[in-house]
């Protein structure tokens, strides 16, 4: 098989919502994890921490997230702001029209409140992917740190793209902070950043065939 270039893996890599349950090797994952590692971060520090699910320990974590949705389906108390307050433009209009376009290819009409609300707890699933992994920081780190979780994440989901396995990162995961320490058993001086669903992507799917808009290049690069 060819292997596709990094300018083919960065084109076709997409956030994934919906998977089939063709499971994954543990291998897999912790090979392209592995690889990964291989990301820059600021000093060299490292600052991430994975823990994977996958096969009877998903089915385990899966299982335990359907009790903790039923008692307590708004989630847990966050840990971290994942957009700012009053969010302002033009970021607002972005998140709105990622929002809208996703529900537009679900056909999920802006009314139905309720249909929309439970689409999203889709997100506490791993929209049916089963394997993902957890990304954690260490809660002395700053905002150079996170954005070193950045590098790792976007290279293991181009590597798994690569490999042609599917991915969602999912901040959503900041909604379950202590259901996701205590299973994964991270120390406590660390937090969770967010999940990555980790699959083969669903190709009936409608909600797959959304290719998400980006703003005009002269708004977001500019030569000096
Ligand atoms: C750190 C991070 C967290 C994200 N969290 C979620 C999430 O919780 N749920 C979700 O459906 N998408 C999530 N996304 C996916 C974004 O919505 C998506 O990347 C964006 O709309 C651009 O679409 P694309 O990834 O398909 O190019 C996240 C993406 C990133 C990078």
């Not at 076709?12 to 994952?29: C, G, K, M, W």
């Not at 537009?104 to 689409?119: Q, V």
């Amino acid at each position: 098989m060819k292997r596709l270039s990094v300018s083919e893996v960065v084109a076709r890599r997409r956030s994934t919502r919906a998977f089939l349950n063709t499971p994954v090797d543990d291998a897999l994952i912790a090979d392209v994890l592995t690889r990964a590692t291989r990301s820059p971060s600021g000093g060299n520090l490292q600052p991430w921490r994975f823990y994977v699910v996958n096969g009877t320990s998903m089915a385990r974590f899966a299982a335990l997230m359907q009790t903790r949705m039923a008692d307590n389906p708004g989630g847990e108390a966050t840990e971290y702001d994942v957009y700012p307050a009053n969010l302002k433009e033009p970021y607002r209009s972005r998140r709105f029209g990622v929002g809208e376009a996703m529900y537009e290819k679900l056909g999920i009409p802006r009314e139905d409140k309720f249909a929309r609300l439970a689409w999203l707890q889709n997100n506490d699933r791993f929209f049916g992917a089963p394997a993902a992994a957890f990304c954690f920081v260490d809660r002395v780190m700053g905002k150079p740190q996170w954005s070193d979780l950045g590098m790792i994440l976007q290279t293991a989901i181009l590597l798994f793209e690569e490999q042609g396995i599917a991915t969602c990162a999912q901040e959503a995961w900041s909604r379950w902070p202590q259901t996701v320490s205590q299973f994964t058993g991270a120390a406590p001086e660390m937090m969770l950043f967010c999940g990555l669903a980790i699959g083969h992507a669903d190709p009936q799917a409608a909600v797959n065939t959304l290719v998400s808009a980006r703003a005009p290049v002269e708004e977001v690069i500019s030569f000096v």
